[in-house]
C-alpha cells in the first residue's frame, strides 16, 4: 500500500504565494507521472499541472507562469509552488502520484486527502 501526505494549503491574500506538498510512501517501487488537480465548489475537479518522471512539465494555462510544479524523486515528493495567487485560484487542491509498486506491476494512480487553499482579503 502505498499513503500521500498533503500539506502547505491555508489562507492567502491575493497576490502572495503558497507552496504545497505531496508526500508519497509505503511500498514504492518507483513513481512515474506526477501531478495536481484542484476542485472548487460547485465545479469539476480540474487539472493543474503534472510533471513527468524525466522532468517534463504542463500547466493550466489559467497557471501558467505563475504557478511551477517539481519533484524530488529521492523523497517521492511532489510540490507545487504557486506564486501571484488570484481568488479564483481557491479550490482543494488533491496531489495524484502514477506508482508502481514493484518492477512486474502496472502503475498505479494515487490521490492525496486534498488541501485547502483560500485566497481572499
Known amino acids: 500500500q502505498v499513503q500521500l501526505v498533503e500539506s502547505g494549503g491555508g489562507l492567502v491574500q491575493p497576490g502572495g504565494s503558497l507552496r504545497l506538498s505531496c508526500a508519497a510512501s509505503?511500498?514504492?517501487?518507483?513513481?512515474?507521472?506526477m501531478g495536481w488537480y484542484r476542485q472548487a465548489p460547485g465545479k469539476q475537479r480540474e487539472l493543474v499541472a503534472t510533471?513527468?518522471?524525466?522532468?517534463?512539465?504542463n500547466y493550466a494555462f489559467s497557471v501558467k507562469g505563475r504557478f511551477t510544479i517539481s519533484r524530488d524523486n529521492a523523497k517521492n515528493t511532489v510540490y507545487l509552488q504557486m506564486n501571484s495567487l488570484r481568488p479564483e485560484d481557491a479550490a482543494v487542491y488533491y496531489c495524484?502520484?502514477?506508482?508502481?509498486?514493484?518492477?512486474?506491476?502496472?502503475?498505479?494512480?494515487?490521490w492525496g486527502q486534498g488541501t485547502q487553499v483560500t485566497v481572499s482579503s
Open positions: 495524484y502520484l502514477e506508482v508502481k509498486e514493484n518492477w512486474y506491476v502496472p502503475a498505479h494512480p494515487y
Open positions: 509505503g511500498s514504492i517501487f518507483s513513481i512515474n507521472g
Open positions: 510533471i513527468t518522471s524525466g522532468g517534463s512539465t
